[in-house]
C-alpha cells in the first residue's frame, strides 16, 4: 500500500517570496510522482511529474521538484511566487502507473 | 477538442433522491476514471475503465453507485438512495492508453451537497 504526506496544510507566503511545499509518501515499490495545483471551483491540473531520470524535474509556471529516493520526498519549489499562484497542490504517487493516490493537499495564499 | 466536460456542475439534492453525473472524456482517450474530493482532502479513486469495460473498482463504491461507459466513450456515475455522507467534488479525468506518460486530463468536477 502507498500513503502520501503533505506535511503543510497552510502556506502563506509574500509576493515574490520562494515557497517550498513538502510530501513525503511511503511504498514499497518504485512509484510515479506527480504535483498538481487546484484552484477554487476547477479541476486539477498536473504542474510536474516524476517518472524517471533526472531527481530535478521542471514543471510549468516556474514550479520544480525533487525527487529524493533516500529519504522518500518530492518537495516542489518555487523561486518567486505571484498572486495568481494562490491555489491547492496536492502530491500524487502511482506505484501502478494507472490510478493515482493523492495527499490531503496545501493551500497557498500569497499576499501582497 | 476542449478537454474534459463534466455536467453539471452543481447538483443539490435531497437525501434519499438519485442523482446521475456525467463525463465526456477527450474523444481520443480510451481510459477514463472517477475520483471523489470531500472537502479538505485530496481525490480518491473510485474507479476506472478501458474503452467500455469497467476494470477496477474502490471499496468507496457502495453497492449505492453505478457508473457505466457505453460505447466506450462518455460515462455516467449514479449514486442512488443518496446520503449526507455523498456530498463532494466528483472528478472525471481521462488519458490515453494507461500509462501515466501519456498525461491525464481532469474536468472541473460536479460539486454534490445532499441536504
Known amino acids: 500500500a502507498q500513503s502520501v504526506t503533505q506535511l503543510d496544510s497552510q502556506v502563506p507566503v509574500f509576493e515574490e517570496a520562494p515557497v517550498e511545499l513538502r510530501c513525503n509518501y511511503s511504498?514499497?515499490?518504485?512509484?510515479?510522482l506527480f504535483w498538481y495545483v487546484q484552484y477554487p471551483n476547477q479541476g486539477l491540473q498536473l504542474l510536474l511529474k516524476?517518472?524517471?531520470?533526472?531527481?530535478l524535474v521542471k514543471g510549468i509556471n516556474g514550479f520544480e521538484a525533487e525527487f529524493n529516493k533516500s529519504q522518500t520526498s518530492f518537495h516542489l519549489r518555487k523561486p518567486s511566487v505571484h498572486i495568481s499562484d494562490t491555489a491547492e497542490y496536492f502530491c500524487a504517487v502511482s506505484p501502478e502507473g494507472y490510478k493515482l493516490s493523492f495527499g490531503a493537499g496545501t493551500t497557498v495564499t500569497v499576499r501582497a | 477538442d476542449t478537454g474534459v466536460s463534466q455536467d453539471p456542475r452543481h447538483k443539490i439534492t435531497k437525501r434519499g433522491q438519485n442523482v446521475t453525473f456525467r463525463c465526456d472524456p477527450i474523444?481520443?482517450?480510451?481510459?477514463l476514471y472517477w475520483y471523489r474530493q470531500t472537502l479538505g482532502q485530496g481525490p480518491e479513486f473510485l474507479t476506472y475503465?478501458?474503452?467500455?469495460?469497467?476494470?477496477?473498482k474502490s471499496r468507496l463504491l457502495s453497492d449505492r453507485f453505478s457508473a457505466e461507459r457505453p460505447k466506450g466513450s462518455f460515462s455516467t456515475l449514479e449514486i442512488q438512495r443518496t446520503e449526507q455522507g455523498d456530498s463532494a467534488m466528483y472528478l472525471c479525468a481521462s488519458s490515453f492508453k494507461g500509462d501515466l506518460n501519456y498525461g491525464y486530463t481532469f474536468g472541473s468536477g460536479t460539486r454534490l451537497t445532499v441536504v
Open positions: 474523444s481520443e482517450h480510451n481510459r
Open positions: 516524476y517518472l524517471s531520470g533526472s531527481t
Open positions: 511504498s514499497s515499490v518504485s512509484v510515479y
Open positions: 475503465f478501458q474503452n467500455e469495460a469497467q476494470l477496477e
